[in-house]
Antibody, heavy 119, light 106 residues
């Protein structure tokens, strides 16, 4: 079955960087865009950006520009999201999600990765 | 960027009630809107795409409508398993944007 499996929880100090992975299986990796969405404790969903696994092109939310990088590794069907200059407000669960065609909704989602930023 | 204004932010209802959640887009997005349900500790789950198309397996008491800037999610007769948080998501253009969420409580 189609699934996305993310890397484990991380604890980082303020100012550090974190890199979260999302490994896809059960479908042709290059056929669907992968998005990243985060959710701070008790808060709503926030779209962060998207990567096209075919060519690696990306689009990021403006608020993360300059400190976010999304990459992919086609040989392992894995997408990465790296966020730098971490601050306490970046403490959140980070999800990857596949955008389906033609419905264009997010399915499946990864299980989520908790990133905790300590000061 | 397209802003999505979702209302209400919370809603108290009873089993059997009919409820409606609204999302308003800051500019026209055709019908490029989806609805998601999230339960505590879980990833969101898809319900509706293209504003009104129900995902296979989603109960028919869920329905969506709207186009342009105004969208609604209606749950026809609330069941115990429907108490959750609901989000709209516009995918008309980047950056995609979620509504703020509606927490549906008993």
């Amino acid at each position: 079955q189609v699934q996305l499996v993310q890397s484990g929880a991380e604890v980082k100090e303020s100012g550090a960087s974190v890199k979260v992975s999302c490994k896809a299986s059960g479908y042709t990796f290059t056929r669907n865009y992968i998005h990243w969405v985060r959710q701070a404790p008790g808060q709503g969903l926030e779209w962060m950006g998207v990567v096209n696994p075919t060519g690696g092109s990306t689009s990021y939310a403006q608020r993360f520009q300059g400190r976010i990088t999304m990459t992919r590794e086609t040989s392992t069907s894995t997408v990465y999201m790296e966020l730098s200059s971490l601050r306490s407000e970046d403490t959140a669960i980070y999800y990857c999600a596949r955008e389906t065609e033609p419905e264009r909704w997010f399915d499946p989602w990864g299980q989520g990765t908790l990133v905790t930023v300590s000061s | 960027d397209i802003q999505m204004t979702q209302s209400p932010s919370s809603l108290s209802a009873s089993v059997g009630d009919r409820v409606t959640i609204t999302c308003r887009a800051s500019q026209g997005i055709r019908n490029d809107l989806g609805w998601y349900q999230q339960k505590p500790g879980k990833a969101p789950k898809r319900l509706i795409y293209a504003a009104s198309s129900l995902q296979s397996g989603v109960p028919s008491r869920f329905s969506g409508s709207g186009s342009g800037t105004e969208f609604t999610l209606t749950i026809g007769s609330l069941q115990p398993e429907d108490f959750a948080t609901y989000y709209c998501l516009q995918y008309s253009s980047y950056p995609y944007t979620f509504g703020q969420g509606t927490k549906l409580e008993i």
